[in-house]
Protein backbone atom coordinates (compact mmCIF):
# COMPACT_ATOMS: atom_id res chain seq x y z
CA UNK A 1 0.00 0.00 0.00
CA UNK A 2 2.90 2.16 0.38
CA UNK A 3 3.33 2.43 -3.56
CA UNK A 4 0.32 3.83 -3.56
CA UNK A 5 0.98 6.54 -1.18
CA UNK A 6 4.29 6.92 -2.77
CA UNK A 7 1.82 7.56 -6.27
CA UNK A 8 -0.23 10.15 -4.57
CA UNK A 9 2.38 12.52 -3.45
CA UNK A 10 4.54 12.04 -6.63
CA UNK A 11 1.49 12.85 -8.69
CA UNK A 12 0.32 15.41 -5.78
CA UNK A 13 -3.24 13.26 -5.99
CA UNK A 14 -4.61 13.68 -2.74
CA UNK A 15 -7.52 10.83 -3.26
CA UNK A 16 -4.57 8.76 -4.30
CA UNK A 17 -3.13 8.92 -0.61
CA UNK A 18 -6.59 8.91 0.99
CA UNK A 19 -7.31 5.44 -0.78
CA UNK A 20 -3.86 4.30 0.29
CA UNK A 21 -4.73 4.98 3.88
CA UNK A 22 -8.04 3.34 3.78
CA UNK A 23 -6.45 0.43 2.12
CA UNK A 24 -3.43 0.15 4.89
CA UNK A 25 -6.91 0.12 7.59
CA UNK A 26 -8.47 -2.86 5.30
CA UNK A 27 -5.29 -4.49 5.59
CA UNK A 28 -5.61 -4.31 9.93
CA UNK A 29 -8.82 -5.55 9.30
CA UNK A 30 -11.61 -2.99 9.90
CA UNK A 31 -14.38 -2.70 7.75
CA UNK A 32 -13.92 -0.60 4.88
CA UNK A 33 -17.41 -0.13 3.35
CA UNK A 34 -18.82 2.62 4.90
CA UNK A 35 -15.61 4.61 4.20
CA UNK A 36 -15.68 3.76 0.95
CA UNK A 37 -18.62 4.50 0.42
CA UNK A 38 -18.73 7.96 1.73
CA UNK A 39 -15.22 8.86 0.23
CA UNK A 40 -16.84 8.17 -3.00
CA UNK A 41 -19.50 10.18 -2.28
CA UNK A 42 -17.41 13.08 -1.11
CA UNK A 43 -16.19 12.41 -4.79
CA UNK A 44 -18.81 12.86 -6.48
CA UNK A 45 -20.18 15.72 -4.93
CA UNK A 46 -16.84 17.44 -5.40
CA UNK A 47 -16.83 16.54 -8.94
CA UNK A 48 -19.99 17.75 -9.95
CA UNK A 49 -20.14 21.05 -7.84
CA UNK A 50 -17.04 21.52 -10.51
CA UNK A 51 -18.92 20.62 -13.22
CA UNK A 52 -21.96 23.05 -12.55
CA UNK A 53 -18.83 26.00 -11.94
CA UNK A 54 -17.63 25.18 -14.87
CA UNK A 55 -21.52 25.15 -16.80
CA UNK A 56 -22.16 28.73 -14.65
CA UNK A 57 -18.79 30.65 -16.26
CA UNK A 58 -19.64 28.96 -19.89
CA UNK A 59 -23.31 30.64 -19.33
CA UNK A 60 -22.29 33.58 -18.42
CA UNK A 61 -19.74 34.02 -21.57
CA UNK A 62 -22.09 33.63 -23.38
CA UNK A 63 -24.54 36.36 -22.43
CA UNK A 64 -22.54 39.18 -24.64
CA UNK A 65 -22.76 37.13 -27.58
CA UNK A 66 -26.35 36.16 -27.29
CA UNK A 67 -27.37 39.93 -26.63
CA UNK A 68 -24.99 41.08 -29.40
CA UNK A 69 -27.06 38.92 -31.95
CA UNK A 70 -30.29 39.80 -30.40
CA UNK A 71 -29.34 43.52 -30.87
CA UNK A 72 -28.14 42.62 -34.52
CA UNK A 73 -31.38 40.92 -35.40
CA UNK A 74 -33.56 43.45 -34.52
CA UNK A 75 -32.04 46.62 -35.81
CA UNK A 76 -32.34 44.12 -39.08
CA UNK A 77 -35.89 44.09 -38.86
CA UNK A 78 -36.58 47.45 -37.23
CA UNK A 79 -34.11 49.42 -39.62
CA UNK A 80 -36.16 48.87 -43.19
CA UNK A 81 -39.31 49.45 -41.11
CA UNK A 82 -38.56 52.53 -39.77
CA UNK A 83 -37.11 53.64 -43.25
CA UNK A 84 -40.76 53.17 -44.60
CA UNK A 85 -42.32 54.27 -42.46
CA UNK A 86 -41.26 58.23 -42.07
CA UNK A 87 -41.32 57.88 -46.10
CA UNK A 88 -37.17 57.67 -46.28
CA UNK A 89 -36.74 55.75 -49.66
CA UNK A 90 -33.22 54.94 -51.40
Given at each position: ?????????????????N??????????G???????????????????????????????R?????????????????????????????
Open positions: MGELRDLGEELQVAELRLADIAAVAADASVYNTLLASARTLRHAELSDARTEANQVSEMSRPLALLVTGLTLFVLVPFMLRMFGISS
